[in-house]
Antibody
Framework: QVQLQQWGAGLLKPSETLSLTCAVY????????WGWIRQPPGKGLEWIGD???????TYNPSLKSRVTISVDTSKNQFSLRLTSVTAADTAVYYC????????????????WGQGTLVTVSS | DIVMTQSPDSLAVSLGERATVNCRSS????????????LAWYQQKPGQPPKLLIY???TRESGVPDRFSGSGSGTDFTLTISSLRPEDVAVYYC?????????FGGGTKVEIK
């Protein structure tokens, strides 16, 4: 059974850097998109970006200048860094695994981490 | 970007009745070379991550009850819950994965009348 377990600091001050890590247990790490999605309190879902097991990244243009996603295949982990945070970055952050279909690896997600609430406040 | 618009924002349905959620994309998510609609539906209950229900617009994820069905093509899609059960109370999101960024709709809250 695939499980994603995530952790990181939950309270940041404006201008600090958000850092979260997601560990993958069970199943293969190879071949999938490993993504980060966030959800501001009471609002909808925003795709942040993803990384393949080989380290190829794709980011949401709206966040691209501040986002770095990295992978450590030796530990089956991937990480998110978001610089210069503001109150607008307050959200629950989820890590997730993309789906491999008969056609390709797709950016839809069937395994999710438990979510980490990150609050940005002075 | 392909923007996803859901309607209604919320709906209340009696137990055992049908619930219908609509989703419209700002441009077609039908890939003509394989005739696949790159559209997924998720269910999110309070305090939980989203759960994938349907992909390719109409393919149920493994383990999803058959009272959930998806339909539509091109730019207009529908999620139908044929007979609402108490455990179906949730927010439902559509998502396109035709292009990057894979955007989500704003969500539809389904409640019991």
């Amino acid at each position: 059974q695939v499980q994603l377990q995530q952790w990181g600091a939950g309270l940041l001050k404006p201008s600090e850097t958000l850092s979260l890590t997601c560990a993958v247990y069970g199943g293969s790490f190879n071949g999938y998109h490993w993504g980060w999605i966030r959800q501001p309190p009471g609002k909808g879902l925003e795709w942040i970006g993803d990384i393949s097991h080989s380290g190829s990244t794709t980011y949401n243009p709206s966040l691209k200048s501040r986002v770095t996603i990295s992978v450590d295949t030796s530990k089956n982990q991937f990480s998110l860094r978001l610089t210069s945070v503001t109150a607008a970055d307050t959200a629950v952050y989820y890590c997730a695994r993309g789906v491999i279909t008969v056609l390709a690896t797709e950016r839809l997600y069937n395994y999710w981490g438990q979510g980490t609430l990150v609050t940005v406040s002075s | 970007d392909i923007v996803m618009t859901q309607s209604p924002d919320s709906l209340a349905v009696s137990l055992g009745e049908r619930a219908t959620v609509n989703c419209r994309s700002s441009q077609s998510v039908l890939y003509t070379s394989n005739n696949k609609n790159y559209l997924a539906w998720y269910q999110q209950k309070p305090g939980q991550p989203p759960k994938l229900l349907i992909y390719w617009a109409s393919t149920r994820e493994s383990g999803v009850p058959d009272r959930f069905s998806g339909s539509g093509s091109g730019t207009d899609f529908t999620l139908t819950i044929s007979s609402l059960r108490p455990e179906d109370v949730a927010v439902y999101y559509c998502q396109q994965y035709y292009s990057t960024p894979p955007l989500f709709g704003g969500g539809t809250k389904v409640e019991i009348k």
